[in-house]
């Protein structure tokens, strides 16, 4: 075939190509109340124990998802600080992908059910000693006081402690005598995009272990849920997250747990 | 064949037009508006749109009766009709053509032909777009043949996210079609025509349709100059001067003064027409139009996603004009398109008014300020929607020059004739149907749709592209609401709509929904009233699903509206209390 007909089987190529994948990409995600997921579904529930946590990948699938296994999904577990302290977790997957939640894991069983792909994966759970967001009572505080909230921080729910500190004035919130183990793992955000949106000042949090710090975090408005952790001596001890920010309005939200 | 060879003398180029060339313009204009009308009604209605409708009620009120003699011109009136103190009374920071055009089709079509109100209310956008592309199919079919025109104005056409948003009692659309008519105008002015109105008319409609028309003098006045600059390296150096000042005044009359009629109508029109047709402007002008633009240069910007992050705040990323463009336009329109501009390049000294620069500069003045990383980019594609036409003219342009290229090579090859018109028949076939497959799959959530280039909807999820915006999905959830609607028995039942809320007044006139389910109102307090709620997905808007979460104790909806997979509304229950 002569070069100069090259153009025209070239774009007929990718008009047949076109046609082609348009149709498949249309119908490559199993139906969300059609039987892949429903098999999918029921397979999970039929292995599912109190306990495990349930994750969807990718994660704009999660709507789906939850509308096929929510009722197993208690608020606390879908706003969860991470998911260190589940030994079991299903993951159910389309188009090959994985949740963060899943990150380094071998899943112990898989099962493609027409193109939602259960998998379970089964580890040695982080054992929790205490959580912050749980001992909202025993805590006091210098500032305003932090409250419990269900917040978007990085466009994902959390449960965490929120607090809005004035102006260039720190907010001490202490635990005294807060059990500990052998690390403290939390995590700090901004919560609210519209407020991160007009108020483009990071917040900071650091924490104080017998008066010392022992990590400290920033947190900026497109940095979403910012892990801080650090090693601890088992043993109660008195610990307090000490939040600021430069401008009004900052919404700092944040969660700790004390880990064996 | 060369690149640039052949195509400038296309059936019917060189020659005027004959009646049956005519007639198939108009054909696929009035094809175009109907496929509008049809498509828009399975588009639910815009957030924004339903302000727009209900100013163009108000602006076509007014005119109706200052032509009846119900009223006068006066401050007092034009203010309650068109202004007001605050920044968006009135929805002044926007100016009125197509809302007036909105308003005055309601009275007609709707009150006075019975059609529905959102039909109605939508076809002057529709009808634009067909007009769009009798536009564009006359400048093609004047520069680069029959063959080219149709296939111009068949893209055109079949542009997913176009499509889409020609069937919106909007702007962007309306303000697309204008532009290129302005860009029409002031080529056609410069044959050397007496009065060159056009230009300056046209582009008093596009300002007076959407602010973003004030970037196209730069398209237009960068091509005139540079027509002048050629104009001036042709001239004899005999003929430029004998002293200095001669030849100053020779290069400002050859360069700047060539077609000053063409500038002098927009300079002179444009503005006059902006002025016409915006009573808010007639008194105090220098307040308004500054506030006009001042509203816009310090525009709020919205949440958008892109790439996976959600972008609220300037810098944005350079390449996301260029990068949205790549995946909403079909994938076969680009790739003619490519070979298109290279046949311009190849050939671009052809014309000696140099339509493919003119067209070139109008799609980088509209696509331009997006490249800054300050502009907001919050309604992706529509913002720079002008540079669609370009494209589609192009890969017009492309098609035919391939189809007659193979045939050529074949015919060569084989030593057996091959027709042109059936070699360029079965290219832009191909192209088109690529392109009508795209479209059909994209409707009604074409904002959600993202081409084979992307993987369709599901890859552009993949990718962290926008979902949607404005709310519009909610039209697909509006029978499975009404399905529920008995969610409290004996009595009204409140549904938590959030950006479908200012909607939910005509989805009720409109029959789509029962009277009994009420839109329960904003943010906390309408999701505490509300047994029934929604989440149109959104990467911001996951803050609703929270909200919901925690007032109903529950994470799971019960239903999930998706297109193509995806997910685009989720509808929650409030269980038993």
């Known amino acids: 075939m002569p070069i100069a007909a090259a153009p025209a089987l070239l774009l007929i190529a990718i008009a047949g190509w076109e046609v082609c994948a348009a149709r498949r990409d249309a119908t490559a995600v199993p139906a969300a109340d059609g039987p892949a997921w429903r098999a999918a579904a029921a397979e999970v529930r039929a292995g599912f124990r109190p306990g495990d946590l349930i994750v969807f990948a990718p994660g704009w699938i999660d709507p789906v998802g939850r509308m096929q296994l929510g009722d197993l999904i208690p608020i606390e577990v879908a706003a969860r600080m991470d998911a260190a302290r589940y030994g079991r977790i299903w993951e159910i997957a389309i188009r090959g992908a994985r949740s963060p939640d899943t990150a380094g894991l071998a899943p112990a069983g898989s099962e493609d059910r027409g193109g939602v792909v259960v998998r379970r994966y089964q580890r040695d759970p982080a054992v929790v000693v205490a959580d912050v967001v749980e001992r909202l009572a025993t805590a006091t505080s210098d500032g305003p006081r932090p409250t419990l909230e269900l917040a978007e921080v990085g466009f994902s729910p959390h449960r965490c402690l929120q607090v809005i500190p004035a102006p260039g004035v720190q907010v001490r919130i202490a635990f005294p005598q807060l059990p500990l183990g052998r690390e403290l793992v939390g995590y700090v955000g901004i919560a609210d995009v519209f407020t991160r949106r007009d108020v483009r000042s990071p917040g900071r949090l650091d924490v104080e272990i017998a008066g010392r710090i022992a990590a400290s975090a920033t947190a900026g408005v497109d940095d979403g849920w910012v892990r801080f952790a650090a090693q601890t001596a088992p043993g109660p001890a008195d610990v307090a997250f000490v939040v600021r920010a430069t401008d009004p309005g900052r919404r700092i939200c944040f969660a700790a747990e004390a880990r064996r | ?577």
């Open chain 2, 1 to 577: 064949m060369s690149p640039g060879a052949g195509i400038g003398a296309g059936i019917g180029a060189g020659s005027g037009p004959g009646r049956a060339a005519k007639l198939a313009g108009w054909a696929l204009a009035a094809a175009t508006a109907i496929l509008v009308v049809v498509n828009q009604q399975g588009v639910g209605i815009a957030r924004d749109e339903v302000v727009y409708m209900q100013a163009g009620e108000r602006y076509a009120a007014w005119w109706i009766g200052l032509v009846s003699f119900r009223h006068g011109i006066s401050r007092a009136s034009v203010t309650a009709a068109f202004g007001g103190p605050g920044a968006t009374d009135n929805n002044r920071e926007h100016p009125p053509v197509m809302k007036t055009l909105f308003g005055l089709s309601a009275r007609l079509v709707h009150g006075g032909l019975g059609v529905d109100e959102v039909t109605a209310l939508r076809l002057p956008s529709a009808i634009l777009h067909g007009a769009l592309v009798l536009w564009v199919y006359g400048m093609v079919l004047e520069l680069w043949g029959a063959a080219a025109a149709v296939i111009a104005a068949v893209l055109l056409a079949l542009l997913p996210r176009a499509l889409f948003h020609a069937g919106l009692a909007c702007f962007d659309a309306p303000s697309m079609a204008l532009w290129f008519a302005a860009v029409r105008g002031y080529w056609r002015g410069l044959d050397g025509r007496r009065w060159p109105w056009q230009a300056g008319v046209a582009w008093g409609l596009a300002l007076g349709t959407k602010h973003t028309a004030l970037v196209l003098p730069f398209a237009l006045g960068a091509h005139y100059l540079a027509l002048g600059a050629i104009a001036w390296r042709g001239t004899a150096p005999e003929l430029r001067g004998a002293s200095r000042a001669a030849r100053v005044r020779a290069f400002a009359r050859t360069v700047i003064g060539h077609r000053w009629r063409v500038i002098a109508s927009l300079a002179v029109l444009g503005p006059l027409t902006l002025y016409l047709v915006w009573p808010w402007l007639w008194f105090d002008p220098v307040h308004h139009v500054r506030d006009w633009l001042a509203f816009h240069l310090g525009h709020v910007h919205y949440n958008y996603e892109y790439l996976g992050r959600n972008w609220n705040a300037p810098p944005f990323p350079w390449h996301v004009a260029l990068l949205t463009t790549l995946v909403t336009v079909p994938a076969s329109t680009l790739a003619a398109a490519v070979v298109g501009a290279v046949v311009w390049i190849a050939g671009r000294t052809r014309h000696a008014r140099a339509p493919a620069l003119l067209l070139a500069l109008s799609a980088a003045a509209s696509i331009g300020p997006f490249l800054l990383g300050t502009t907001p980019i919050f309604g992706a594609e529509k913002h720079w929607m002008p540079a669609l036409p370009t494209i589609c003219i192009a890969a017009a342009v492309g098609a035919v020059w391939a189809g007659r290229a193979a045939a050529g090579a074949i015919q060569r090859a084989t030593a057996r004739r091959v027709p042109e018109p059936g070699a360029i028949a079965a290219i832009a076939g191909c192209i088109a149907l690529a392109a009508a497959v795209e479209t059909r799959i994209a409707e009604p959530y074409a904002l959600t749709w993202y081409s084979a280039l992307a993987g369709g909807a599901p890859g552009g999820a993949d990718l962290g592209m926008n979902r949607q915006f404005w709310g519009v999905a909610m039209r697909g959830a509006l029978p499975r609401l009404a399905a529920q609607g008995g969610a409290r028995p004996g009595g009204p039942t409140y549904v938590y709509t959030h950006d479908a809320s200012p909607a939910w007044g005509i989805y009720q006139r409109e029959g789509l929904i029962p009277r009994t389910l009420l839109d329960a109102g904003w943010e906390q307090a309408g999701i505490d009233r509300s047994d029934l709620a929604v989440v149109i997905h959104e990467l911001h808007f996951n803050r609703h699903d929270y909200l919901i979460w925690k007032a109903y104790g529950t994470v799971r909806p019960i239903d999930v509206v998706t297109s193509d997979g995806v997910p685009i509304v989720s509808l929650y229950r409030r269980p038993p209390r």
